[in-house]
């Protein structure tokens, strides 16, 4: 071994560790102390001197000479050995342990001297000091921050612009909806009690404040940095400044700051009535009414300075967001801001202010025991100059914009600000050709002064539809957006009725029936695809059965007899049997609601899903009736369904919006998508069925010149609505009409019968309705090329067909017979049209109509076949709740449209 590896002479008496023991103590750090040294700490744990000399007792180990080392300062390494250079000898310098007592760190941590987890607890002087820093760090920030900005120029910020909106043809429709609708008062001329509603509700220190509410903008910056939506808590200076000063409106932290200092540097510049002053004159309070006096007018009428209380505290609620204050409802924006629910918001927040002016001292209580019920509002659109369908359209267009704004990137704000190019997709030919053949027939068959008790409230809507694109072309909304603010195109709740039996014959064709000797899982999967020459009952008065062949009873046990057109049966006897074809012809509704159960409500349900028909107007599905259209869809998505059947089974959403502009450039353009809903010999088939009611059965009125149309009637029970649904390969349209009451104040409004308006007997989809839609499309159609429909290929099995009956067996005569035969009933003769009763004929418009009194329902509805009602009341129109929307967001109600 050589020189260097070998081991240094062991001392006597004990080896490593006696060594260690007697490692010299003249090193000056802490591992070198002598090791007895009075008050040492190893005296002061019983390990001194343990003979007569003092000599020092050896240890029993290796772990406990490194407790004792710990104890007496030296830290957990050995001493250097006597005679062995380097750092550890105590000839070489002072010892360099953890910290040693003359090494001095600016900060201290890991702390020196602690052991274990103490070692990792900083001190209270470390806490304090990044506390003073962070905070005096803050400080700096702010008074930098603070400094930096400037009170930006009101007047460049608040320009007022309108949005123009174009017709398909690039040309001109309307311009408005923008901030122009502002008219800037002084504070003179504002009601006092306008001032301390607001002060009131938003902001109670207004006069005393600094600008800011630090609670309000921790809250918002701390759901922002987690995610969330930014809360309410602003100041009147800090949304002052936002609405008038700020041109950036994003949610963002950095927006935030910026909008904190310069609050507070307006809180401190600029005096309070100015504040006040220019925050009620730039404030927005729906309606695209922004300013007080602008609010003033839009829902009372009359000046800001001449609002009374009540009124000034009602406009207060208006500041907290007007799509759900708004008493006139904007369920175009949102499904939930209902007419109902937002008198309720509105009462509710216009009496918390009013109580709070009294409890802060701005007004008395016995002026405020004045108001109690909301004030008396205008018509949303009494003062707009949109007038006629052009309130309609904008509407449409505004809603279809918002409910796809993640797409579309404008924003309900963005649009009040207004500066947008918006080009719809109406046909201003077509729009004003329709609201011609509408007025057409209500002039000259509708008089509410002649016929009060069956001509008032009587209402139409409309819609058209490209097939090609799933552009809408043009609507009907109703006589006048100033007058009706409804949109009747859009959504009205009326139930659609046989015109929903085009999606049961597309189930039928798709998916076909169930086999009835399978059980209901089997079943689903073996199937019989059905052909238009399929064979089913037309009996009045049927007795409707499961697909297993067994009774069908509803939740109390009860069965369901279903009643046809005028209580007639359709078809040859014993057996009653008319082909789907000659049932959709003359809509025969035993056959189709049979049908139905046979290939299941849920499959109908699909299909008319698959078409365009949003899935939140389906009503009824429970019920064998849901095949007669006991649903509501509004007439823009009928108009879309049928589209799909016109373009071979490719259904496109309708929509209303092409492109959307501002000055910075292209905001949104449409990009038409389609899925295939149907193979195209389905939809074909469906397309050739329909074409034969429009030729020879209850659709007659709709024939257009030289022109192929496909189309059904509908008309429900009780009379209650009418419906003519048609295309041609490049145009489809949905009329609808009925009776419904246009005046709030009256309570639990319902749909009407129609019995004997028009001073007809009663309304069908084959009357008034077709008669719209032939005229319409007469003019929207000239002089565009003639199309014809796909020939369909064959599809399908014929179901239910019976074997052929045996023959009648020759009689041989004699003398002895019978003077009077009495021979098998002779069969009655085939016929398309429905067999001979007492009850009416298709088309005799003018003769009673019994109906049926069985528990299917009576049904008077016309000769394009009613909806029979269940053995439970089935919820039409508004008592169903059902909540509708043209499924591409285009709304109707007040601003736009959500909802069919």
Same mark, same amino acid.
């Given at each position: =071994? ?22 010299? $103590? ?57 005679? /062995? ?85 690039? @040309? ?7 901030? #122009? ?15 301390? +509603? ?38 009147? @200076? ?67 300075? /001449? ?49 709070? =002016? ?40 505004? $809603? ?43 002039? +000259? ?23 090609? @694109? ?149 009503? $009824? ?21 049928? +589209? ?92 609808? =009409? ?15 019968? =129609? ?40 599809? $399908? ?62 049904? #008077? ?40």
């Amino acid at each position: =071994m050589s020189e260097h590896r070998r081991k240094p002479p062991q001392p006597q008496g004990g080896g490593r560790a006696a060594a260690r023991r007697g490692t010299s $103590g003249s090193s000056p750090g802490r591992r070198a102390a002598p090791r007895g040294a009075t008050g040492s700490p190893s005296d002061a744990y019983g390990s001194g001197p343990s003979g007569p000399e003092g000599e020092e007792r050896p240890y029993g180990g290796r772990a406990e000479a490194r407790r004792a080392a710990q104890r007496s300062g030296g830290g957990r390494r050995r001493a250097a050995d006597p005679g /062995r250079g380097g750092r550890r000898s105590g000839a070489a310098g002072p010892a360099r342990g953890r910290a040693g007592a003359d090494q001095r760190r600016i900060i201290d941590y890991p702390r020196a001297g602690k052991y274990g987890w103490r070692r990792w607890v900083p001190s209270w002087r470390l806490v304090s000091g990044l506390c003073l820093g962070f905070f005096g760090s803050m400080v700096a920030v702010a008074g930098i921050g603070y400094a930096m900005v400037g009170v930006p120029n009101v007047a460049q910020a608040a320009r007022a612009q309108n949005n123009v909106y174009y017709w398909s043809d690039g @040309t001109e429709m309307v311009s408005t909806g923008g901030e #122009t609708n502002r008219q800037i008062i002084n504070l003179s001329q504002i009601p006092k009690n306008m001032r301390n +509603a607001v002060i009131s509700q938003e902001n109670k220190t207004f006069e005393t404040d600094s600008g800011i509410d630090p609670k309000g903008i921790a809250r918002a910056v701390f759901n922002m940095a987690r995610g969330g939506e930014t809360q309410g808590g602003s100041t009147i @200076t800090q949304q002052y400044v936002k609405n008038a000063m700020l041109d950036d409106q994003s949610q963002t932290v950095s927006r935030k700051f910026k909008e904190l200092f310069v609050s507070i540097k307006v809180g401190a510049s600029v005096p309070k009535d100015d504040i006040m002053e220019g925050y009620l004159n730039t404030a927005y309070y729906g309606r695209s009414a922004f300013g007080i006096q602008a609010a003033a007018r839009a829902y009372f009428n009359k000046d800001a300075i /001449r609002l009374n209380a009540g009124e000034c505290a009602f406009l207060a609620a208006m500041l907290k967001g007007a799509t759900y204050y708004d008493p006139a409802g904007a369920t175009s924006i949102d499904p939930a801001a209902t007419e109902s629910a937002n008198k309720r918001r509105a009462l509710r927040q216009m009496q918390d202010t009013l109580d709070k =002016m009294v409890e802060y001292g701005h007004l008395s209580a016995a002026e405020r025991a004045k108001y109690t019920t909301l004030p008396k509002v205008e018509n949303p659109r009494a003062n707009r100059a949109l007038s006629g369908q052009v309130g309609y359209l904008v509407d449409l267009a505004n $809603g279809y914009l918002l409910n796809n704004s993640e797409t579309t990137k404008v924003t309900e704000r963005k649009l009040r600000e207004g500066g947008l190019s918006v080009y719809t997709t109406f046909d201003k030919k077509k729009v004003d050709e329709l609201e011609k053949a509408v007025k057409k027939v209500q002039q +000259a068959n509708i008089d509410p002064e002649k016929r009060p008790g069956t001509d008032t409230h009587v209402q139409f809507g409309g819609a058209s539809v490209d097939p090609a @694109t799933g552009a809408i072309v043009a609507i009907y909304g109703g006589e006048d957006a100033t007058k009706h603010f409804t949109n009747n195109a859009n959504e009205t709740g009326a139930q659609v009725g046989s015109t929903f039996k085009p999606f049961v014959l597309a189930a039928a064709m798709s998916w076909g029936v169930r086999d009835p000797d399978l059980g209901p899982t089997q079943a689903q999967d073996e199937r019989t695809v059905v052909s238009p020459k399929s064979l089913y009952s037309g009996e009045n008065k049927l007795k409707i059965q499961n697909y297993d062949k067994s009774v069908w009873h509803n939740d109390k046990g009860e069965e369901w007899l279903q009643v046809n057109d005028g209580d007639e049966t359709y078809g040859e006897a014993p057996n009653y049997q008319i082909d789907l074809r000659e049932a959709m012809q003359f809509s025969v509704n035993s056959a189709y609601v049979q049908l139905g159960m046979d290939v299941g409500l849920d499959k109908v349900k699909e299909a008319a899903v698959d078409a365009g028909v949003l899935e939140s107007s389906l009503a $009824g599905i429970d019920y064998p009736s849901f095949s007669l259209g006991t649903s509501d869809p509004s007439a823009i998505r009928m108009a879309g369904s049928y +589209a799909t059947f016109a373009a071979s089974g490719k259904q496109r959403d309708p929509y209303s919006v092409q492109k959307v502009t501002d000055k910075d450039g292209t905001l949104y353009e449409h990009e038409t998508q389609a899925k295939q809903a149907f193979t195209a010999k389905v939809a074909d088939n469906v397309t050739d069925v329909l074409k034969t009611v429009v030729e020879e059965g209850t659709g007659t009125n709709a024939q257009l010149t030289g022109r192929e149309v496909a189309g059904k009637t509908g008309t429900t029970d009780g009379n209650r609505s009418a419906w003519f649904v048609g295309y041609t390969p490049q145009l489809s349209t949905a009329i609808s =009409m009925f009776r419904y009451p246009d005046d709030e104040n009256i309570k639990n409004r319902t749909f009407l019968e =129609m019995y004997g308006t028009g001073n007809q007997k009663s309304i069908h989809g084959a009357s008034f309705p077709s008669e719209i839609w032939h005229d319409y499309m007469e003019q929207a159609l000239k002089g565009e090329p003639v199309r014809k429909f796909p020939v369909p290929e064959p599809i $399908g099995t014929v179901v239910n067909e019976l074997p052929p009956p045996p023959p009648t067996p020759t009689v041989i005569e004699t003398e002895e017979e019978s003077p009077s035969p009495t021979p098998s009933p002779t069969p009655s003769e085939t016929t398309p049209s429905p067999t001979p009763s007492d009850t009416c004929r298709p088309f005799e418009w003018n003769c009673e109509d019994t109906g049926g009194t069985e528990n299917g329902g009576t049904d #008077t509805g016309g000769t394009d076949g009613g909806v029979s009602t269940s053995p439970v009341p089935t919820e039409t129109g508004e008592e169903s709740g059902s909540s509708n929307g043209n499924g591409n967001g285009n709304g109707g109600g007040l601003f736009g449209g959500v909802d069919d």
